[in-house]
């Protein structure tokens, strides 16, 4: 699988905010899924999505906010961010394992897209 993040930039606190990863390659079983890295900070797990079923997993801090979508004819993964906060600041990732019984946690995941940096003002 060959991701690519894009959709980052500058929003205001309370705004709402798109990204999208373009997928390709194989994508039988595979679980997709979003990390963000804020400056100084470990990689952290935000949602997840089974490419083929569509059920999801978010990560506590998102939940409510964040809603994650894949469009399988158009081989795009988008997550939507709703009424921002200035901890979402961050650079994005998108990742993806054909393997879902470990934990999601960043080494776990051995697909990765370049990060989309998601500035966040207040």
């Known amino acids: 699988v060959q991701l690519q993040a894009s959709g980052g930039g500058l929003v205001q606190a309370g705004d709402s905010l798109r990204l999208s990863c373009a997928v390709s390659g194989r994508t039988f079983r595979y679980e997709m899924a979003w990390f963000r890295q804020a400056p100084g900070k470990e990689r952290e797990f935000v949602a997840s999505i089974m490419w083929e079923g569509g059920s999801t997993n978010y990560a506590t801090s998102v939940q409510g906010r964040f809603y994650i979508s894949r469009d399988r004819a158009k081989n795009t993964l988008d997550p939507q961010i709703y009424t921002v906060k200035t901890e979402d600041t961050g650079v994005y990732y998108c990742?993806?394992?054909?393997?879902?019984?470990?934990?999601?946690?960043?080494?776990?995941?051995?697909?990765w897209g370049k990060g989309t940096l998601v500035t966040v003002s207040s």
């Open positions: 990742a993806a394992r054909d393997n879902v019984v470990f934990p999601r946690a960043a080494q776990y995941y051995t697909n």
